[in-house]
């Protein structure tokens, strides 16, 4: 089984011996364990690496292991969990299966039996990744006009897109860059009742703020220098539709009256004209700010602010929605594909687990760029490592990727002494971390850089907290 070696999997047995005990029957075959004592220990993990398997030995009437397993299967959709018993009983089934578990099985008793159960658990994530693939490219809540998404802070932005699309109120997407503002408005766009009328959109950060007027209102002939006709500006050619105002932050003081009397009395005037000119267009606007800080420092009208602030919608960062990350990636890989008539590509685990990992400061957009980067420039059907960015090669630590490893210094005993273990602890790690540097993540070639064997290189990992890595 050793092209399941990027496969994570997470243990939370009943003893510390049984955790070992299967540790030692999984990590031969190549797979990514680790291993924990209790269930906020197990959570504390799960919150920082990504995992495909959880196996789940405790018994789930504490108070701690009920609580855990559904908080995972929530935070984490795409994980499979099994829960094992040492002895099975009709009543725990039901319960592991009621918060979320694929399966509740008898406790393996040898190595076969264990690699018979992660098999099938696998084979299950497989087939439902297959099935929200499908049900997204169907669509329904995994797939709102192009938002793919299936964590729960995902679902309540859908739901505030369901509830809101088909009035007219005025909607304030709140986000950081990246996020999918755009789409948030699109999809309200296209679910309300004007989405048979235009649907305009106005970057206010990216006009020029001497422009962006004339671009909202348009102007009549002669009304400044280089007016040589009259032109109709965006708000007049939403007229039925809807004009979405993107980074409304930017927009300079002077405009933001104008835009308060368009969303109360829906009248304005061009620049250089004497004529109101009425129309009926619903305003979204987003912002990656903070408008309530922007009002309290005195940069943004505050009477605005509450006008455009009805209905808020936060949309998340993308690390506090990993589980989506997969999705995304599918969604991407998909529509690169389609777009520059190439085929189909897919990530290899350790590459999908690297970008599960990632923490994206670039949000969706990053993610996107980054899958394009990779579709036009891997020449295999699969991509592999080699055409992550270094940034994303974390070979078991943030230290490689952040510049935080340093050349390995010369050896000196200060005046005042020093504490030898801590040294030596610092030093095995730096040259541990170097290891893993130079095979790319690779734990059997970095302990044979160290002549160590493997199982003692994962457990001196283990202990310094480095879990993550290739096989």
């Known amino acids: 089984m050793a092209e399941q070696g990027q496969i994570s999997i997470l243990l939370m047995a009943r003893t510390k011996a049984q955790n070992k005990q299967f540790t030692a029957w999984l990590e031969p075959e190549g797979f990514v364990v680790s291993a924990a004592a209790t269930a906020e220990e197990a959570l504390a993990l799960a919150d920082a690496n990504y995992f495909d398997l959880v196996l789940m030995a405790q018994r789930l009437g504490s108070k701690d292991t009920g609580p855990f397993l559904e908080r995972l299967v929530e935070l984490f959709p795409e994980t499979v969990v099994s829960v094992l018993a040492a002895e099975p009983r009709v009543e725990g089934a039901v319960a592991a299966l009621r918060k979320g578990a694929f399966d509740y099985l008898p406790a393996p008793e040898s190595q076969k039996e264990l690699l018979a159960l992660v098999t099938d658990a696998l084979a299950f994530r497989g087939q439902r990744r297959e099935s929200v693939g499908q049900r997204r490219r169907a669509g329904g809540k995994y797939d709102v006009e192009n938002i793919a998404g299936q964590s729960q802070p995902m679902q309540e932005v859908f739901r505030l897109i369901h509830k809101v699309a088909p009035t007219d109120s005025t909607v304030l997407i709140l986000g950081e860059s990246g996020t999918g503002k755009e789409l948030v408005a699109r999809a ?5 009742s004007r989405k048979d009328f235009p649907l305009v959109t106005v970057n206010c950060g990216a006009i020029p703020s001497e422009l962006l007027e004339s671009e909202l209102f348009g102007h009549e002939k002669g009304a400044f220098t280089g007016a040589v006709r009259t032109r109709v500006g965006r708000f007049e050619m939403a007229q039925g539709g809807t004009v979405f105002l993107d980074e409304i932050g930017d927009m300079p003081p002077m405009l933001q009256v104008k835009i308060l009397r368009v969303l109360q009395e829906h009248q304005f005037e061009r620049v250089g004209g004497t004529r109101t000119i009425d129309v009926d267009i619903r305003v979204l606007a987003a912002t990656n700010q903070d408008l309530a800080a922007r009002v309290a420092a005195g940069d943004f009208r505050e009477d605005l602010f509450y006008r455009l602030n009805v209905v808020p919608i936060q949309v998340p960062p993308l690390r506090e929605r990993r589980s989506d990350i997969p999705l995304l990636c599918e969604h991407f890989l998909e529509r690169f594909a389609q777009q520059k008539g190439l085929e189909l590509k ?12 990632y923490d994206w400061p670039g949000n969706v957009r990053e993610l996107e760029n980054l899958l394009e980067r990779m579709v036009v420039l891997a020449e295999d059907e699969v991509i592999g490592s080699d055409s992550l960015p270094p940034k994303l090669l974390d070979p078991a630590a943030g230290e490689l990727t952040n510049g935080g490893l ?7 005993l200060p005046p005042q002494g020093l504490n030898l273990k801590a040294a030596v602890d610092q030093m095995e790690r730096k040259l541990i971390l170097k290891a893993l540097q130079r095979s790319g993540g690779n734990k059997t070639q970095a302990a044979a850089l160290l002549g160590l064997n493997r199982t003692t290189l994962v457990e001196k990992m283990k202990k310094m907290g480095l879990t993550s890595g290739r096989g």
Do not use: F
């Open 188 to 192: 309200i766009h296209y679910q309300s």
């Open 346 to 357: 897919t990530l290899s685990p350790e590459v999908a687990e690297a970008l599960t990992r």
């Open 406 to 412: 340093e050349e390995l210094p010369e050896v000196e």
